[in-house]
C-alpha cells in the first residue's frame, strides 16, 4: 500500500540512505518487492533489482559495483546471498523478507526483518519528488554471461517516457 511504500522510504532514509545511493533487492514478485519499487525512490535512492538466477560471483560482482548499502533479499535466496556476502570486503546492511507462501529451505541473513524494517518508518512520510529530471531511478544489470554483468543507469525521465509510450502504444483512454 502507499502507506508501506512511505514507511520504506522513511526506514531508508532514517537508515542513512538517500538521493543516489543505490539499494539492491533479491526478491521474487511479492508484495515486498512492489513496495521496493515506488519506497527507495521515494527517499530519492536507486533500485538494484538483483536476477534470482544468477549465482553468487554475478550477485557479488553486482552489489560491489553498484555500491549497495543494503540489500533486502527473500530467504528462498539465501544459499546465493550467503554466499555473495561472503566474497565482499564491505558488506551493505541486509533486510531478510520471510515470504509466507515459501515453503523451502532458507534462512535469515540480515540484521532486522522486512516487517521490524518497516516498523521504523512513517508511513505519512514526506516523500520528495526527483531533484532533477535525469536523477537515477534504477541501476539495471546485464547477466554478465561474455565477462562482467554490465551496469545501465535508467532515470526518471526514461521511466516517465515509457509510461507514456505504453499508454499510447496500448491506446488506452
Same mark, same amino acid.
Given at each position: 500500500?502507499?502507506?508501506?511504500?512511505?514507511?520504506?522510504?522513511?526506514?531508508?532514509?532514517?537508515?542513512?540512505?538517500?538521493?543516489?545511493?543505490?539499494?539492491?533487492?533479491?526478491?521474487?514478485?511479492?508484495?515486498?518487492?512492489?513496495?521496493?519499487?515506488?519506497?527507495?525512490?521515494?527517499?530519492?535512492?536507486?533500485?538494484?533489482?538483483?536476477?534470482?538466477?544468477?549465482?553468487?560471483?554475478?550477485?557479488?560482482?553486482?552489489?560491489?559495483?553498484?555500491?549497495?548499502?543494503?540489500?533486502?533479499?527473500?530467504?528462498?535466496?539465501?544459499?546465493?546471498?550467503?554466499? /555473495?556476502? +561472503? &566474497?565482499?570486503?564491505?558488506?551493505?546492511?541486509?533486510? $531478510?523478507?520471510?515470504?509466507?507462501? *515459501?515453503?523451502?529451505? !532458507?534462512?535469515?541473513?540480515?540484521?532486522?526483518?522486512?516487517?521490524?524494517?518497516?516498523?521504523?518508518?512513517?508511513?505519512?512520510?514526506?516523500?520528495?519528488?526527483?531533484?532533477?529530471?535525469?536523477? /537515477?531511478? +534504477? &541501476?539495471?544489470?546485464?547477466?554478465?554471461?561474455?565477462? $562482467?554483468?554490465?551496469?545501465?543507469? *535508467?532515470?526518471?525521465? !526514461?521511466?516517465?517516457?515509457?509510461?507514456?509510450?505504453?499508454?499510447?502504444?496500448?491506446?488506452?483512454?
Amino acid at each position: 500500500t502507499y502507506a508501506r511504500c512511505r514507511s520504506l522510504a522513511s526506514a531508508l532514509e532514517r537508515r542513512g540512505i538517500g538521493r543516489g545511493d543505490t539499494v539492491a533487492v533479491m526478491l521474487p514478485n511479492i508484495p515486498p518487492m512492489y513496495e521496493a519499487h515506488f519506497g527507495v525512490p521515494m527517499c530519492g535512492a536507486v533500485l538494484n533489482s538483483l536476477n534470482t538466477r544468477l549465482d553468487p560471483e554475478a550477485i557479488a560482482f553486482m552489489l560491489k559495483h553498484g555500491e549497495a548499502k543494503l540489500l533486502i533479499a527473500d530467504r528462498e535466496f539465501s544459499a546465493v546471498v550467503e554466499k /555473495a556476502l +561472503a &566474497l565482499l570486503e564491505s558488506k551493505p546492511f541486509v533486510v $531478510d523478507v520471510d515470504d509466507p507462501e *515459501y515453503a523451502g529451505p !532458507g534462512r535469515h541473513l540480515g540484521e532486522t526483518d522486512y516487517e521490524s524494517f518497516l516498523a521504523t518508518g512513517d508511513p505519512q512520510f514526506s516523500w520528495r519528488w526527483p531533484q532533477d529530471e535525469w536523477d /537515477a531511478i +534504477a &541501476l539495471n544489470y546485464t547477466s554478465g554471461t561474455t565477462g $562482467d554483468p554490465k551496469g545501465v543507469v *535508467y532515470h526518471h525521465r !526514461g521511466a516517465y517516457l515509457n509510461a507514456i509510450c505504453n499508454i499510447v502504444t496500448w491506446s488506452m483512454p
